[in-house]
């Protein structure tokens, strides 16, 4: 019976997403039986009407799924323990609260950092000295949300930090990209199909693209936003773990340390940026309207899109540079990895493809439209040779009945089981600023290449298209 402690319980992220997660695994079966949920905050409540808040937040936003029933049976494991993470003595009580609740059963117990990141070091102290990450009563595990850091520097700061009071083994540092159906699968379709390795490399493939849009726009995060800003928010997490997933060697098993060994060979070998590769291989706009944003400040430079070029420096990938973009308010959700392939050694038709853009492209939609794609030339019946592009399409909405389960359904789920795979590790995560720091570095001090402003609704500025066509390529955008 683990107990699921939650450090910042009054905040957004526990009533939108985590809560309802809980929740859904509640009704599906899958909670690991009699699993309790502890909320800790500041703001003082009784375990009775945190229980009625959680109610109404969580029928908002798991709709239909809402029963009131399976609810009251969840909410009698749900419990509030009011305290300040910057006073040890609330820590020594919510340890106490805890020991209560847990009697004599095993001691096993998840904390999640919640909370504003300034926090997680003073949480992951407090739970050390107050001998709360000790596993001989059960195993302790803490679960860390984005952002680990802001640059390599304070990851590896928080990372002493914690490995003060946890061993690596015991923490969780969540990417909830990696909690998604579709990313799990790329590791499916690469590992657990024969036709796509052999010519998953430099031999048959042009270059990679890896798109997530957001249509959305900051709404009310600017506190947040204007100091992150697209590389910190999405790059440096999400998009190089797609990267990574896509890229990396075969595990020799699908376990959690074999996994990430491999995703980071991939991000060690991705060559840091140069301010001269900077200026030439990266792409920054922001949206038109982002100033005007309740927070932003007047003259802010953050970028809201970036389109960036990287390279792998090993054997399988020479050459193949992989193009990243991001950006909000932007024409569409849409989260994709293009592979495109090379263009047939010799083409016998003259109505044949002609650019690499034309040639045969694997599409995997990671979201919202959840699938694959294949496209090849076929011929046009009765035109003589003359041929187009048409698609083998795959759906998982087709295939598979049932909505997908959110990301972190599966995510919190793995942090209560103990399965640590679809979490970054340590070296993940500094490889990451690694990559990072030098391109946020290269913007800050010589303001190059131009920020350039964008309508909402449209693919980013026409300039990241321009720069693509310079490099003979085309985005592929869909919606
Ligand atoms: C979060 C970012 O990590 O991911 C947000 O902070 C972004 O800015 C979100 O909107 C995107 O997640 P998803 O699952 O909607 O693609």
């Not at 083409?347 to 439209?369: C, H, I, K, Y």
Request: one cysteine or more; glycine letters at 8%.
């Amino acid at each position: 019976m683990p107990t699921f402690v939650i450090f910042g319980a009054s905040g957004d992220l526990t009533s939108r997403k985590l809560i309802p997660a809980l929740y859904n695994l509640h009704r599906r079966g899958r909670l690991p039986e009699g699993t309790r949920v502890v909320g800790f905050s500041r703001t003082p409540y009784e375990h009775d009407a945190w229980r009625a808040e959680l109610a109404e937040s969580t029928q908002k936003f798991v709709g239909e799924k809402f029963d009131k029933g399976v609810w009251g049976e969840f909410a009698k494991n749900v419990y509030y323990h009011a305290g300040d993470i910057g006073q040890g003595e609330d820590f020594a009580g919510l340890d106490t609260f805890l020991k209560e609740l847990e009697g004599d059963a095993s001691r096993e117990r998840v904390y999640y950092l919640s909370t504003a990141p300034r926090f997680y070091g003073p949480a992951v102290e407090q739970l050390g000295k107050n001998g709360m990450a000790d596993q001989s009563s059960g195993a302790r595990r803490v679960v860390i949300e984005k952002p680990f850091g802001t640059d390599l520097a304070s990851a590896n700061k928080l990372n002493e930090v914690v490995h003060q009071s946890f061993d690596e083994s015991q923490v969780y540092r969540i990417d909830h990209y990696l909690g998604k159906e579709t990313v799990q699968n790329l590791m499916v379709l690469r590992f657990a199909n024969a036709i796509f390795e052999p010519i998953w490399n430099r031999n048959y493939i042009d270059h990679v693209q890896i798109t997530v849009a957001e249509e959305v726009e900051i709404g009310s995060r600017a506190g947040y936003y204007d100091t992150a800003g697209i590389v910190r928010d999405m790059f440096q997490n999400h998009i190089l773990q797609l990267l990574s997933i896509t890229a990396m060697e075969a595990p020799v098993k699908y376990a959690a340390d074999p996994v990430r060994d491999e995703k980071v060979k991939v991000l060690q070998a991705v060559r840091c940026l140069t301010p001269d590769d900077v200026k030439r291989d990266t792409v920054r706009g922001q949206y038109r309207g982002y100033t005007a944003e309740e927070g932003v400040e007047a003259r802010s430079r953050t970028a809201t899109f970036a389109a960036i070029k990287l390279s792998i420096d090993n054997w399988r990938w020479q050459g193949v540079p992989f193009y990243l973009r991001s950006g909000k308010a932007m024409s569409c959700r849409s989260s994709q990895i293009v592979i495109q392939f090379r263009q047939p050694p010799h083409m016998l038709f003259d109505t044949g493809p002609r650019s690499v853009n034309e040639s045969n492209r694997l599409v995997v939609q990671v979201q919202p439209a959840e699938g694959i794609q294949m496209h090849f030339q076929t011929k046009v019946p009765d035109a003589g040779m003359r041929m187009r592009q048409t698609d083998l399409d795959f759906r998982f909405g087709r295939e598979f009945k049932g909505s997908m389960p959110e990301a972190y359904e599966r995510l919190l789920l793995d942090a209560l089981e103990g399965d640590a795979s679809l979490f970054a590790r340590a070296d993940e995560v500094e490889a990451a600023w690694s990559i990072c720091d030098p391109i946020l570095a290269a913007w800050a001090k010589y303001d190059r290449p131009t920020l350039y402003p964008y309508d909402p609704g449209l693919w980013g500025p026409e300039e990241s298209t321009e720069w693509m066509q310079g490099h003979g390529r085309e985005w592929f955008d869909t919606c």
